[in-house]
């Protein structure tokens, strides 16, 4: 029997933050501009996520497969 599907490892990503305190002014334009990028980095995962679920559902339903 071959042929059969093969689902990869889960990925695990290890990420280490560092916090930093600078004393002086707040660039408030700046800071508004990396907040709206955030935002948008937030809404394309959120989306992308959900046409993979989606995907990934029409396939489960096509090929018959269940975890």
Known sequence: MGGGVTIPPK???EENEEKLFIVG???RTGLKQL???LKDLKDIRIA???????N???YVKKVGFCS
């Open 56 to 58: 990934n559902s029409d």
């Open 11 to 13: 990925e695990v990503i």
């Open 25 to 27: 002014g707040i660039d």
């Open 48 to 54: 992308t996520e959900s046409v993979a679920n989606e």
């Open 35 to 37: 907040t709206a990028a």
